[in-house]
């Protein structure tokens, strides 16, 4: 079964830092990019972040760029985001998703979705 | 990197067929064919129902269109059911490896 599961989330004061991951299993992995998209309580989807099968190509929203950084162990399958500099905008419902493309694609349509990891910023 | 345009809703009868608009610039809708839309039901995780402007995934429903013209995007959903209640959201590669989603649609079934 094709499966993305994310984990880190919780709460956390303005300023301080997280790190979600995404556990991929029930494909190549190493064949696709891999992205973040989040939902603010009540709010419409936003992409936050991709990487490139290898790695290769990494972007930001221009909201998290600076202050995010993503990226992929290929060899274990998984995905991360390491949040720093967290502000109350930051805020979401935070899902991994897998693009459908294969390696030619950096951004073809995303066809797996996680559950979604909680983040909280709040003093 | 302003969201892509979207109709705040829309609506339409069983059976009925019901029309999404997604505008962008000919930076990213009118630039690339690389157009997707994204159903969501509540408190659940989106799933693709179109990608690359008009293809459709394995077992979503031909009721279910993408086309394109110029800078705007456009899912049909045709033979409406009550189960495509929900919200939708269309997204679009930006350039500069860059995507922007829509700012959604709730559609209902009357």
């Known amino acids: 079964e094709v499966q993305l599961v994310e984990s880190g989330g919780g709460l956390v004061q303005p300023g301080r830092s997280l790190r979600l991951s995404c556990a991929a299993s029930?494909?190549?992995?190493?064949?696709?990019?891999m992205h973040w998209v989040r939902q603010a309580p009540g709010k419409g989807l936003e992409w936050v972040s991709g990487?490139?099968?290898?790695?290769?190509?990494?972007t930001y929203a221009d909201s998290v760029k600076g202050r995010f950084t993503i990226s992929r162990d290929n060899a274990i399958n998984s995905l991360y985001l390491q949040m720093n500099s967290l502000r109350a905008e930051d805020t979401a419902f935070y899902y991994c998703?897998?693009?459908?493309?294969?390696?030619?694609?950096?951004?073809?349509?995303?066809?797996?979705w996680g559950q979604g990891t909680t983040v909280t910023v709040s003093s | 990197q302003s969201a892509l345009t979207q109709p705040p809703s829309a609506s339409g009868s069983p059976g009925q067929s019901v029309t999404i608009s997604c505008t962008g610039t000919?930076?990213?809708?009118?630039?690339?064919?690389?157009v997707s839309w994204y159903q969501q039901h509540p408190g659940k995780a989106p799933k693709l129902m179109i990608y690359?402007?008009?293809k459709r995934p394995s077992g979503v429903p031909d009721r279910f269109s993408g086309s394109k013209s110029g800078n705007t995007a456009s899912l049909t959903v045709s033979g409406l059911q009550a189960e495509d209640e929900g919200d939708y959201y269309c997204?679009?590669?930006?350039?500069?490896?860059?995507?922007?989603f829509g700012g959604g649609t709730k559609l209902t079934v009357l």
């Open positions: 029930g494909f190549n992995f190493d064949d696709y990019a």
């Open positions: 998703a897998k693009d459908t493309g294969g390696r030619r694609y950096y951004y073809y349509g995303l066809d797996v």
């Open positions: 690359a402007v008009s």
């Open positions: 000919s930076s990213d809708v009118g630039g690339y064919n690389y």
């Open positions: 997204s679009s590669f930006a350039g500069s490896n860059n995507v922007k």
């Open positions: 990487i490139g099968w290898n790695g290769g190509i990494i």
